[in-house]
Structures are given as C-alpha cells and as structure tokens.
C-alpha cells in the first residue's frame, strides 16, 4: 500500500471493548510503513495494556501532559506537527461528544484542537448509543468540519445486541488510510449520484416488499468514483453497509423515498447510475395497523411504481449522462439494448442472474456494456474490482459525449 509508506499516523484509543482491536491495527499500519504513536484516554487503558501498544508501536504510550515518558513538555503541540493524519479508533460516543463540543481535557482532544492534520475516527459503541439524536448530531458536527467519519459497521455486539455499532475491521481501516493518502483528484471537476439496493414498499407497519439486492454493486461503484476525486452522492435502500469513504450517502426506504431524493439534486449531476433494485410495485393502501390474519384469501392491490431511471433519462433541461443496469436470466444481449431505448439511458450494464455466484447478494459479477455505438463486456471479478472498470468505461463515454 504505497500510501502508507514513511507516513506519521497519531492513533488515538478511547475506552471502548474494540480497543484491543488496536494492536493488530498498529502491527498492521507498521508492517506498511507507516510511524504511528500511540495516545490512550485514560479509560482505554482498562481495555487494552498500553505495554502491547508500546512494544508493537516501538515508540512511549501517552495519555497525559505532564509524562515523564515525552520529549516535549507540551506534547500535544509536538504530536500535533508530526502528524499526517490523527485516527481515533475506537471512538466512543463520549470521545465524539468532547470533540465535537471541542474540550481539551485530555491530551487526544488537546491534540485534535491543535493539529492542522486530518482527523478520521471510527466509532465503536452500543447500536442505540449510536442511533441517539446526540451522538447522531456530534458525528453531523464532526463531518461538517472536516472530520472523516469511518464506520461503524454492522453486526453482533459485545453486548448482544444487533446492529450499527462495531468498529470497522483493523485490516479495513488501513486500506481508508491508504485510500486516503493515495487518492487521485482527476473527477473532481464531476458530481456524480449512484441509486443502490433495494427499496422496502410497506404492507403494514411491520412487514414490506421487497428484494435480494444487497447494495454491494453501487457502493463499490460509488467508492471507485470517490476513489478519483468525484463527488458522490449515494442514495440507498436499507443495506448493511459501511458508507464509502468520502461519499455522501442518503438513506431512502421506498421507491417513492428513492424518487424524490433523485429528484432533489439531479439537475447538478453530471453522471446518474441508477444501480437500486428497485421494487416495480408498492401496495397500493398499505395498512396502518398490522393486518390480521383472519381472512383464508388476502389479495392485495399493487401500483406500479415510478421508474426513476427512465424519468432521470426523459429529463429535458439539465439532463445528466444516464447509465442503467439490468438483471437478465436470457436474451441478456437483446432485452438490454431494448431496455436501454425504452428508459432513455446512454448506457445500460446487464448482468446474468442466471449464474448462482454472481450479480445479486453476491461478492462478484461480470457486465455486458451496451451504449449507442458500441458495447464491452467486464468479464467476472470482485465488484469492487469491476467497479473500477466500469468507472473508467463511463468517464471514456462521458468524456466522449461532453
Ligand atoms: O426494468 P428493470 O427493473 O430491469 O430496470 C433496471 C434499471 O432501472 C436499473 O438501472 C434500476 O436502478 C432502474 N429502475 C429504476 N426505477 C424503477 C425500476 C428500475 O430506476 N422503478
């Protein structure tokens, strides 16, 4: 990882279970060649033994002014120089709560008010501390200044419970930081909105359509247009995926949720790639009391959504480049050129569904492009992989046509 390499990384540990985590973080950060000093908060301590850190680290652990351990009587001043970038992980909601209100009572959050170095923190803490308006509102304040907000992903946690909470994966966070240091700024000049996953269209309070999609294709492509400098704007179905670096993503539920965020911001798009599966009906009534199941014959009355894509593609004023996927089990070749006229699209990405290790909630896929002169076909890789591709394949296009 050649951003990594002879880079100075600060990293902060607040007191939170997944602080053990950071040794292997550390070992990792070292074995790419990259310094990294070590700053506990005084409850981290209680989590992980600073003499791991120390001996992987090679260099004294602080947690304090006043150690007899630093080289400079006000450490947080020098720390704050030596910096490339400050990473805090884990950070706890009382770690992000201090920051964001910008106390200074202890050396890490000294530090984050004395460094011109960036700051990342990757929050780890129980799902519904997560979820709380004010750890909700702190981690707002923090991405409004600046502060790159890594995580946290989904699943099991300490605590049993389920949910958005867990610190992202040690090996995870070194490939931020290396996308981070290694990111190229050639689509800087291009806003770019990207649709994923599937969309949830309510039956009742507790129960809804939808579908298999899980969000992987979209956000790989989101995170390979990112990855070049692009402006991305990610609106998403309900997915259990860790935002993309340096993305914007908007959480939608249903299709007509989907719509009008499309609609919101589409006239200062340069590129739309409608990625969503989105859900072709929604109830038409959905209840709004659970349906009982008294009845031996429930029928149902579904209206045809809106198709997003294909409205982006009509759009007359200020009408963004348009490309769209479609999920085929046959005739892949001639139901997408079909649908490629039909939607209005520039270019269509067909997949073949018909394969079990591909397309849907899978980790690979392969494309058939087809545009208005020409088409390629993205043999089968890992979708972050293919996105890279096919980012590159729609900037050609787009270049060609602007
Ligand atoms: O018609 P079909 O669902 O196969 O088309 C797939 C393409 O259309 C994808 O690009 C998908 O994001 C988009 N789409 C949409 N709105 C819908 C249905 C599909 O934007 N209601």
Known sequence: MAGLIDKHIILGISGGIAAYKTIDLVRYLKEQGSDVKVIMTKSAKKFVAPLSLQTISRHPVLDNFLSTQTESSMPHIALGKWADLVLIAPATANLLARLAVGLANDLLCSLCLATTAPIAVAPAMNQQMYKAIATQTNLNTLRDRGVLIWGPDYGHQACDDIGYGRMIDPKVLVEYINHYFSHDDSLNHLNIMITAGPTH??????RFFTNYSSGKMGFAIAQAAA??????TLITGPVHLSTPI??????????????SAVMQEIKNQ????????????????????????DKDILKLVMVKNPDIVSEVGSLIEKRPYVVGFAAESKNIQQHAKDKRISKHLDLICANDISYLNQGFNSDNNSLYLFWNKGSVILPLRKKRVLAQQLIREIINLYNENN
């Open 201 to 206: 269209e309510a039956l009742d309070p507790i």
């Open 246 to 259: 340096r993305v914007r993503r908007i959480d939608v539920i249903s299709a007509l949720d989907m719509k």
């Open 227 to 232: 990855d070049k400098g692009a402006k991305v």
């Open 270 to 293: 340069h590129i739309f790639i409608g990625c969503a599966a989105v859900s072709d009906y929604r109830i038409y009534h959905s209840s709004l009391e659970k349906i009982k199941k």
